[in-house]
T-cell receptor
């Protein structure tokens, strides 16, 4: 039973560029949430996708956008990259968009470095 | 707005010690409380989940408690081992499924 898969594992981009990160949820899960974790900090909620729609959004600018596909996989897009976007981006999957009684499953993350 | 605080920020103990990690939250309307482990540069591994109707959960040498009235959760690790060295994060879940994390406790267990 595959867990949450994220790609790529590492990425280096230049300021002003655009980046796309990908996530495949755990088998049987239909909801994907994205988190940003800066060095030495706890993860911060970016947004959640369920039924191919953005259901919730954290305090992130519109440069951050996403998409969910019919197979429940998801993409996170960041435009006009800033140095401050350098972080570990984590994807979490769950079943259903509401409260999760059994918790979330996280991927290993994508390390984005903006230079 | 939910805020989660973890104390201490870092902890260094000799192997074999029992230890307690603390987590406090400002909004008692959390749905559940989840503890995670994170190894350097890696993703999150779920350790224990306590639903709002529960008081504690146990898994092996780990025990987590939840007191919603006081806004506190503790993670108890018995007989610590060097392999327990990692960052431990707690996170509260809202009714909509959003997780709010603390900044974590960095645990180092010396042989």
């Amino acid at each position: 039973d595959a867990g949450v898969t994220q790609s790529p594992t590492h990425l280096i981009k230049t300021r002003g560029q655009q980046v796309t990160l990908r996530c495949s949820p755990k088998s049987g899960h239909d909801t994907v949430s994205w988190y940003q974790q800066a060095l030495g900090q706890g993860p911060q909620f970016i947004f959640q996708y369920y039924e191919e729609e953005e259901r919730q959004r954290g305090n992130f600018p519109d440069r951050f956008s996403g998409h969910q596909f019919p197979n429940y996989s998801s993409e996170l897009n960041v435009n006009a990259l800033l140095l401050g976007d350098s972080a570990l981006y984590l994807c979490a999957s769950s079943l259903g968009a509401g409260p999760v009684g059994y918790g979330y499953t996280f991927g290993s993350g994508t390390r984005l470095t903006v230079v | 707005k939910q805020e989660v605080t973890q104390i201490p920020a870092a902890l260094s103990v000799p192997e074999g010690e029992n230890l307690v990690l603390n987590c406090s939250f400002t909004d008692s309307a959390i749905y559940n409380l989840q503890w995670f482990r994170q190894d350097p540069g890696k993703g999150l591994t779920s350790l224990l989940l306590i639903q709002s109707s529960q008081r504690e959960q146990t898994s092996g040498r780990l025990n987590a408690s939840l007191d919603k009235s006081s806004g506190r959760s503790t993670l108890y690790i018995a007989a610590s081992q060097p392999g327990d060295s990692a960052t431990y994060l707690c996170a509260g879940s809202t009714s909509y499924g959003k997780l709010t994390f603390g900044q974590g406790t960095i645990l180092t267990v010396h042989p």
